[in-house]
């Protein structure tokens, strides 16, 4: 628990993906310098976070939201981010809409089908289980980050 | 467009699972290609950098009380638009050199050549 931020590090093999797929082909990149881009990425992370703190600080709020971070965007001088971030925040918004309506929909058709099956089978299912645990921790991804 | 849907429920939180985890989050991001795309309309690419891992960046924070599901997925996408910049920028560097492999200087020059990295002097070493 004594790590430094910016040693909180990305995965190795996501970075090399992402940086793969932004060169042309045929281009590779040393191990050094790979892992010096991760690190910047952190720390990247880092100076955004503590920039769209500040500004939900000046707007009184307690919670860091997405409007906070492209304030930050534009405040770092990475206008350019803005505009596919915004996009990206759209598609998020709606998969996040699309989860929820699926599970939704799921846990009634887990109910109809349990109906039917009463007659027949015993409950031994632990699938239900594992539903159960699955909505838990969805219900813990939505937790907000805590100091 | 519900198979793509459930598709992604199932995908989705198991790979944030998966990512809360271990340390070894390479398995996970590996193993979830992008199902979202078929989905969306040629929408953009939803982040592959796993937000447990950026969560726990912003956690670093002490002024930072609390911090939206939203603003950590965007600062993960934010990294990721960053990691594609930097590389190109000092890939522009090994080209200088005619050089097919990017290396630390090539790093080193785009930032002090890119008035956008100035934050990162003096942090990479």
Do not use: H, W
């Not at chain 1, 990206?88 to 109809?112: P, V």
């Not at chain 2, 993960?76 to 910049?85: C, H, I, K, P, Y």
């Amino acid at each position: 628990m004594a790590e430094r931020p910016e040693d909180l590090n990305l995965p190795n093999a996501v970075i090399t993906r992402i940086i793969k797929e932004a060169l042309p082909d045929g281009v590779n990149i040393s191990k050094e310098a790979r892992s010096a881009i991760s690190r910047a990425a952190s720390v990247f992370v880092l100076y955004a976070t503590s920039c769209a703190n500040n500004f939900a600080m000046k707007g009184k709020r307690k919670t860091l939201n997405a409007g906070d971070v492209l304030s930050a965007m534009e405040e770092m001088e990475f206008q350019r981010f803005i505009s596919p971030l915004k996009e990206a925040l759209d598609a998020y918004r709606r998969e996040q809409k699309g989860k929820k309506e699926a599970s939704e929909q799921k846990k009634k058709d887990k109910d109809k089908r349990t109906d039917s099956e009463e007659q027949d089978k015993s409950r031994e299912d632990d699938n239900d289980e594992d539903d159960e645990r699955m909505e838990e921790e969805e219900q813990n991804e939505e937790e907000e980050v805590d100091n | 467009m519900a198979a793509a849907a459930t598709a992604a429920v199932t995908i989705g939180p198991t790979a944030a699972l998966v990512a809360e985890e271990g340390p070894s989050g390479e398995a996970a991001p590996a193993a979830a290609p992008p199902p979202q795309a078929p989905a969306a309309s040629a929408g953009p690419r939803l982040s592959r950098l796993p937000l447990a891992r950026v969560k726990a960046l912003v956690k670093a924070d002490p002024d930072v009380t609390l911090a939206g599901q939203e603003a950590i997925f965007i600062l993960a996408r934010a990294a990721e638009l960053f990691v594609e910049t930097i590389a190109r920028d000092a890939y522009f560097c090994a080209q200088q050199g005619k050089r097919k492999t990017l290396q630390r200087k090539d790093l080193d020059n785009a930032i002090e050549a890119v008035d956008e990295f100035a934050f990162l002097e003096g942090t990479l070493d």
